[in-house]
């Protein structure tokens, strides 16, 4: 058949003529005559024929319109559908609302949690929402009340694993489990509780003090006197633990001080630690800055404490010099001579510490001889040894020799001779030392 609009032979069914677009209103018909032919008809000028590509955009534009239109019913269709899904939500959220207020009143807090948070995954600005979250998770940190047998049980197993730690002398932990049981019940068994407190804290500061850690140390004997204040033992490890700490802080950079420290602590206790070896060169050290300084007389004052604790013979020979350069009024540091120790005018008799022998470490000696200008020995004259208020006199033999022996402390003695003119002496002396003495009568 031809297409009624352009005429072109159309051989197959289609419902548009595949040449110019235009639409077949019925299918092929069955073979008949011919029809009459036509008069032609002259195409107008003025009118030029449709192409096929214009019918063709116009097909593409009706199916553009098609399409749209399906977009929009699927764009107006997810719209309803967000829509009703948020009120399905906001629905959802009301209900845990109300489930977390009852599980509140009810004194439900993990399940009130549970639901308040559904309710901020759902809407997160839904009313009071995260106040009354807020409030649940606050509920179920407080630590609930035990009942009195309750807590009876639980105070009794803190106190059982607390005797434990205490029998094993494990320390810090008596400090921890006394501690979780004080915040748990301040009155349970607390004589007890504080007594195995005390005792951990003295051990631990006197393993403290044996590792060298001081400031530890004190503060752990001072926690310990804040439950015992009384008590002199550990009032005593306290002041040698700060005695000790004190004096290595000035060590090297302040010898008087250092000196002074560990010369308190060496009378209180000399076998602490190493204080007997210290507290000796810190009298040494600041011995030997004073003899450099030329402050003789002061000098001598320490050379004299430093022979006390070790009656060295090197520091026994530093002292006499120090004690004959003061003596001949050498002037001090400030340019003035000490009035009482000038030279001694002639005819007295002056002591010196010939030298220190060692003999039993039990015992303590002072011997010596008194020689006359000659050198001649002088018999039957009284020797008198002294410190603080006792005293003892010996007197000369046949050979002008006296003795002390057995003497109690190792402190610095003074001699004088009651029956000759003479000056007194110092005589410093140390367990297990002999020292020798003798006076000469000056030309």
Known sequence: MQCPECGHEIRTKTLFCPNCGHKIQAALPKPVQAPAPQPAVEPEEDKPPRSGCGLSLGVLLIAALVVLGIVGLGVGGAYLGLRDRNKVEQQAAAEHYQKGLAHMVAGEYELAVAEFEAVVQLAPDYQDVIAQLTSAQQQLTVVPTPTAVLQQEINAVYLDKLREAYDQQDWEQVLTLADQLVSIDSTYARTEVDQMLFGAFYNLGMQRVSEDRMQEAVRYLERALVLQP?????????????????????????????SEQFGVLYALEPAYKDVTERTYEAYLNYADQLASDEDWCAAKE??????????????????????????????????????????????????????????????????????????????????????????????????GEYSFDGLANPVTYTLTLLDLRSLPLDVPTAWGKLAQIEFHETQ
Do not use: H
């Open 302 to 399: 320490q050379y004299t404490r430093a022979i006390e604790v070790n009656a060295d013979a090197d520091t026994v020979a530093k002292r006499q010099d120090a004690d004959d350069r003061c003596r001949a009024g050498t002037p001090s540091p400030t340019g003035e001579a000490t009035p009482q120790e000038t030279a001694a005018p002639s005819g007295t008799f002056v002591g010196t510490i010939v030298s220190t022998e060692d003999i039993d470490p039990a015992k303590i000696f002072v011997r010596g001889k008194v020689l006359d200008r000659n050198n001649a020995v002088v018999v039957g004259t009284r020797v008198q040894i002294k410190a603080w208020d006792w005293s003892v006199i010996a007197t000369t033999d046949g050979a």
């Open 230 to 258: 009384a008590n002199a033992q550990v009032a005593r490890a306290k002041d040698l633990a700060t005695l000790y700490m004190d004096g290595i802080s000035y060590w090297g950079a302040d010898w008087a001080k250092a």
